[in-house]
């Protein structure tokens, strides 16, 4: 017999008959509570305990029972034939508990209510549903119980431990004395908790994939004109996902039945608790099945919503592509980021630590880089975990870690995604002028081949002839230009901007200054000399998408080399910039720098057929190259302007100049609002505009001589030092997208040289706005 209990489990009341007493539990209505054979017979019960009178009567004592919950039932397994190899997510792993909706006490897989599947019977197709999340249940029932599954068996963490950790004073030694441990695997992982909350968010993001032909279509746009040059997903790769993925879960996408979605959920979250095991012989096709069908993960599901999103922000309010599917362009990305913003918190829940959260980081930073700038918090934030999480698997030191051989095609994307880590950090504190957070010296950084990404999945024999055709320096000897090209190349630029950098927030000595930027000067040189010639060249290149004719080149094409050329300069203006701050130079070298490297942009934003097509990165190209050129080219002017007798022979052309300054101004002004560099592109135009007015409506000349009494009493190094030539130029109220301090344009003053920009003399726009109207736009600038 069994003493009553509580906690909402099925319990025996009876006892012996002197123990008989009346059974205190009321009903919602407020009647005592039935026993159940009564209750099923409708008929009178006197709610005695442990048998009531009637019971003993019929002679049914043994089943007089009183349920707590009579109105809830046991879910019945369906049987099932054994699964398919194409239908198993792991054959090998053991039986998880999966929970259906009952109390919040603890119970064991015996209990009414849970049950125990083999991880291969998860098809949310046949096993029974369980309920929606959002349910009409009464008041008096009990909460909801969370899921737990725990990992596959043997579970570790692969997190990378270095020369310091305690544990390697073990693992170099014990092996040579002939003692084997398992115990130095690594920390096995807690039982993870996954709620039921959780698995109701996932059943609401998957509604995105209802529309199977807007993610087709956004997807291979993104491949079709990127060539994936931000993306470390590869085409092919995407193609088996996606193809899989409709296979086996299209018509409950597309049908959108919230416990047939809620199935789905569970199935993600399973599978993303799951380690994916790579072996060497796998090849691009049998790696990718690991991520999709019955093996779907939400970091895949989080790539898809991410490339959909890059690809809204590179088109125009206008494009076809738009509108044929009827969607607002900055409400799709926002929509997309914030649905890989979510895939990759679930991701973190389930403390995935493998290639697809690499991917996954990566895909969703890109993003959030074109919506929200490259000096948002967001963007540091994320550049950051890409930087922790490659450096937590050991990647910076070895992409095989510790293995003989892996996939071909995945050695050279972890190589790429290695390279491009350390690329991007120093790229972003260059630009925030902050320390960087994953130093060369530290890292194991081998460029990858310049081999195109569709390549990569070929068989050895073509891998092995792929390989033989390329040069000396690993370069392709086909002169065209991908994303592989790119980054061997900018792995190579990387470096001197790192010690430009260090040079810049360092304490150095005048003298070890000026040593080091000779060394570094002397290096960049030297590589950039190096590199093949299609690569330094820009002549004979064409903007025509369509490469009818074998010698034009891709729009991407010619946006990789001005990028390369720009990062290569960049550098040259960077260290200019140091030597005139920490060591007084003059500025000669670095207008020269700034020159070149305005030059280039003016060329590449102005043309039509390139901007439409990867409107984010020309935006990125004018906030970042465009406004660092264009700032010291507008001081340098201004300066020429203040002084008492204009310069003979000047740095800058005072017409063309002013001619450059006017056009540039304009093309900041075309940046899309809900572009994430609009609000530095528009201080930056607001800035221009404002020493363009001043240029064009000079003071007077006593006004002339104070300014040049001004710069007389200062010394030379000092005021140039401070001319608005921090990294971050624009400094003062904070923006909605950017996360630094930006400058109101009519408080600007450049530093401890005052160049008059106040606001008595900028008046009204309609003049010179008028003049801007007047030019031609359209005549090329010689």
Request: glycine share 6%; proline share 7%.
């Given at each position: 017999?069994?003493?009553?209990?509580?906690?909402?489990?099925?319990?025996?009341?009876?006892?012996?008959?002197?123990?008989?007493?009346?059974?205190?539990?009321?009903?919602?209505?407020?009647?005592?509570?039935?026993?159940?054979?009564?209750?099923?017979?409708?008929?009178?019960?006197?709610?005695?305990?442990?048998?009531?009178?009637?019971?003993?009567?019929?002679?049914?004592?043994?089943?007089?029972?009183?349920?707590?919950?009579?109105?809830?039932?046991?879910?019945?397994?369906?049987?099932?034939?054994?699964?398919?190899?194409?239908?198993?997510?792991?054959?090998?792993?053991?039986?998880?508990?999966?929970?259906?909706?009952?109390?919040?006490?603890?119970?064991?897989?015996?209990?009414?209510?849970?049950?125990?599947?083999?991880?291969?019977?998860?098809?949310?197709?046949?096993?029974?549903?369980?309920?929606?999340?959002?349910?009409?249940?009464?008041?008096?029932?009990?909460?909801?119980?969370?899921?737990?599954?725990?990992?596959?068996?043997?579970?570790?963490?692969?997190?990378?431990?270095?020369?310091?950790?305690?544990?390697?004073?073990?693992?170099?030694?014990?092996?040579?004395?002939?003692?084997?441990?398992?115990?130095?695997?690594?920390?096995?992982?807690?039982?993870?908790?996954?709620?039921?909350?959780?698995?109701?968010?996932?059943?609401?993001?998957?509604?995105?994939?209802?529309?199977?032909?807007?993610?087709?279509?956004?997807?291979?746009?993104?491949?079709?004109?990127?060539?994936?040059?931000?993306?470390?997903?590869?085409?092919?790769?995407?193609?088996?996902?996606?193809?899989?993925?409709?296979?086996?879960?299209?018509?409950?996408?597309?049908?959108?039945?919230?416990?047939?979605?809620?199935?789905?959920?569970?199935?993600?979250?399973?599978?993303?608790?799951?380690?994916?095991?790579?072996?060497?012989?796998?090849?691009?096709?049998?790696?990718?099945?690991?991520?999709?069908?019955?093996?779907?993960?939400?970091?895949?599901?989080?790539?898809?919503?991410?490339?959909?999103?890059?690809?809204?922000?590179?088109?125009?309010?206008?494009?076809?592509?738009?509108t044929q599917h009827n969607v607002s362009k900055p409400i799709l990305a926002r929509r997309m980021n914030e649905i890989s913003s979510t895939?990759?918190?679930?991701?973190?829940?389930?403390?995935?630590?493998?290639?697809?959260?690499?991917?996954?980081?990566?895909?969703?930073?890109?993003?959030?880089?074109?919506?929200?700038?490259?000096?948002?918090?967001?963007?540091?934030?994320?550049?950051?975990?890409?930087?922790?999480?490659?450096?937590?698997?050991?990647?910076?030191?070895?992409?095989?870690?510790?293995?003989?051989?892996?996939?071909?095609?995945?050695?050279?994307?972890?190589?790429?995604?290695?390279?491009?880590?350390?690329?991007?950090?120093?790229?972003?504190?260059?630009?925030?002028?902050?320390?960087?957070?994953?130093?060369?010296?530290?890292?194991?950084?081998?460029?990858?081949?310049?081999?195109?990404?569709?390549?990569?999945?070929?068989?050895?024999?073509?891998?092995?002839?792929?390989?033989?055709?390329?040069?000396?320096?690993?370069?392709?000897?086909?002169?065209?230009?991908?994303?592989?090209?790119?980054?061997?190349?900018?792995?190579?630029?990387?470096?001197?901007?790192?010690?430009?950098?260090?040079?810049?927030?360092?304490?150095?000595?005048?003298?070890?200054?000026?040593?080091?930027?000779?060394?570094?000067?002397?290096?960049?040189?030297?590589?950039?000399?190096?590199?093949?010639?299609?690569?330094?060249?820009?002549?004979?290149?064409?903007?025509?998408?369509?490469?009818?004719?074998?010698?034009?080149?891709?729009?991407?094409?010619?946006?990789?080399?001005?990028?390369?050329?720009?990062?290569?300069?960049?550098?040259?203006?960077?260290?200019?910039?140091v030597l005139i701050r920490k060591t007084g130079a003059s500025w000669?070298?670095?207008?020269?720098?700034?020159?070149?490297?305005?030059?280039?942009?003016?060329?590449?934003?102005?043309?039509?057929?390139?901007?439409?097509?990867?409107?984010?990165?020309?935006?990125?190209?004018?906030?970042?190259?465009?406004?660092?050129?264009?700032?010291?080219?507008?001081?340098?002017?201004?300066?020429?302007?203040?002084?008492?007798?204009?310069?003979?022979?000047?740095?800058?052309?005072?017409?063309?100049?002013?001619?450059?300054?006017?056009?540039?101004?304009?093309?900041?002004?075309?940046?899309?609002?809900?572009?994430?560099?609009?609000?530095?592109?528009?201080?930056?135009?607001?800035?221009?505009?404002?020493?363009?007015?001043?240029?064009?409506?000079?003071?007077?000349?006593?006004?002339?001589?104070?300014?040049?009494?001004?710069?007389?009493?200062?010394?030379?190094?000092?005021?140039?030092?401070?001319?608005?030539?921090?990294?971050?130029?624009?400094?003062?109220?904070?923006?909605?997208?950017?996360?630094?301090?930006?400058?109101?344009?009519?408080?600007?003053?450049?530093?401890?040289?005052?160049?008059?920009?106040?606001?008595?003399?900028?008046?009204?726009?309609?003049?010179?706005?008028?003049?801007?109207?007047?030019?031609?736009?359209?005549?090329?600038?010689?």
């Amino acid at each position: 017999m069994m003493s009553p209990q509580a906690g909402g489990q099925i319990v025996d009341l009876r006892s012996e008959p002197s123990q008989r007493v009346l059974n205190g539990k009321y009903r919602r209505n407020g009647k005592l509570q039935s026993c159940e054979p009564c209750r099923k017979s409708k008929l009178r019960c006197d709610h005695v305990v442990p048998v009531c009178s009637r019971c003993v009567r019929r002679k049914c004592a043994d089943k007089c029972v009183y349920h707590p919950n009579p109105l809830t039932k046991r879910r019945q397994v369906v049987e099932k034939a054994p699964p398919t190899p194409a239908t198993t997510v792991n054959e090998e792993a053991s039986p998880i508990p999966l929970p259906t909706i009952e109390s919040s006490e603890p119970g064991s897989p015996h209990e009414p209510g849970y049950r125990t599947l083999e991880a291969s019977q998860l098809d949310y197709e046949e096993v029974p549903l369980q309920a929606p999340a959002k349910l009409n249940r009464a008041a008096s029932a009990p909460p909801l119980r969370s899921h737990q599954y725990d990992g596959e068996p043997g579970r570790i963490n692969p997190g990378f431990f270095g020369a310091t950790n305690p544990m390697c004073i073990f693992s170099e030694n014990l092996s040579k004395l002939g003692v084997v441990s398992t115990e130095l695997e690594g920390p096995k992982l807690p039982r993870l908790t996954v709620t039921n909350d959780q698995i109701a968010r996932g059943s609401q993001i998957l509604s995105f994939l209802k529309d199977t032909s807007l993610v087709h279509d956004f997807v291979n746009r993104s491949f079709d004109v990127g060539d994936g040059i931000v993306n470390v997903c590869i085409e092919p790769i995407m193609k088996q996902w996606l193809m899989k993925l409709w296979a086996t879960h299209g018509e409950t996408l597309k049908k959108q039945n919230p416990e047939k979605l809620r199935r789905l959920s569970e199935l993600l979250w399973h599978n993303t608790l799951t380690s994916i095991v790579v072996k060497e012989d796998y090849d691009y096709k049998a790696w990718a099945l690991l991520a999709t069908g019955m093996n779907i993960r939400w970091e895949v599901i989080g790539i898809i919503a991410a490339l959909i999103g890059q690809c809204a922000t590179t088109l125009s309010r206008s494009d076809l592509l738009l509108t044929q599917h009827n969607v607002s362009k900055p409400i799709l990305a926002r929509r997309m980021n914030e649905i890989s913003s979510t895939c990759l918190d679930f991701a973190r829940s389930c403390e995935a630590l493998d290639d697809l959260f690499i991917w996954l980081l990566v895909e969703n930073s890109v993003l959030t880089a074109a919506l929200k700038g490259d000096g948002s918090y967001a963007v540091y934030r994320e550049s950051g975990e890409i930087v922790n999480a490659v450096v937590a698997m050991g990647l910076h030191v070895d992409v095989k870690q510790g293995k003989p051989r892996i996939p071909f095609f995945l050695e050279q994307i972890r190589t790429k995604i290695v390279a491009g880590a350390y690329s991007c950090d120093i790229s972003i504190n260059s630009y925030l002028g902050r320390p960087p957070r994953l130093p060369y010296r530290y890292c194991n950084i081998v460029p990858p081949l310049d081999i195109p990404d569709a390549r990569l999945i070929a068989g050895e024999d073509e891998i092995a002839r792929i390989i033989a055709s390329l040069d000396e320096n690993g370069f392709s000897t086909s002169g065209k230009t991908s994303s592989a090209t790119f980054m061997k190349a900018w792995i190579g630029i990387s470096p001197r901007r790192e010690e430009v950098l260090d040079l810049a927030l360092g304490r150095y000595s005048r003298d070890e200054i000026l040593r080091r930027a000779e060394e570094i000067q002397k290096k960049s040189n030297e590589y950039w000399e190096s590199l093949p010639l299609f690569i330094r060249s820009l002549e004979n290149d064409s903007y025509d998408y369509t490469e009818a004719v074998s010698h034009r080149k891709r729009p991407l094409e010619t946006l990789l080399k001005i990028s390369l050329r720009q990062g290569y300069r960049a550098n040259e203006l960077l260290l200019q910039r140091v030597l005139i701050r920490k060591t007084g130079a003059s500025w000669d070298k670095l207008v020269e720098a700034a020159s070149s490297i305005f030059e280039d942009i003016l060329q590449v934003t102005g043309r039509h057929e390139l901007s439409s097509i990867l409107q984010s990165n020309i935006s990125a190209m004018l906030a970042v190259s465009g406004l660092r050129s264009a700032s010291v080219i507008a001081v340098e002017l201004l300066r020429q302007e203040q002084l008492p007798n204009y310069p003979k022979n000047p740095l800058l052309p005072r017409s063309r100049t002013i001619q450059d300054l006017s056009v540039f101004a304009a093309r900041l002004g075309d940046v899309d609002p809900s572009d994430g560099s609009f609000t530095v592109c528009d201080q930056g135009r607001k800035v221009i505009t404002r020493i363009l007015d001043k240029i064009l409506s000079p003071p007077n000349l006593s006004e002339r001589l104070v300014a040049s009494s001004h710069m007389q009493h200062d010394q030379p190094h000092e005021s140039q030092a401070n001319v608005g030539m921090d990294l971050n130029v624009f400094q003062g109220e904070a923006a909605p997208h950017q996360e630094w301090p930006l400058l109101d344009p009519l408080d600007f003053q450049m530093g401890e040289a005052n160049w008059g920009i106040e606001v008595p003399f900028l008046g009204h726009d309609s003049d010179f706005v008028q003049w801007l109207e007047s030019v031609d736009w359209e005549k090329p600038i010689l």
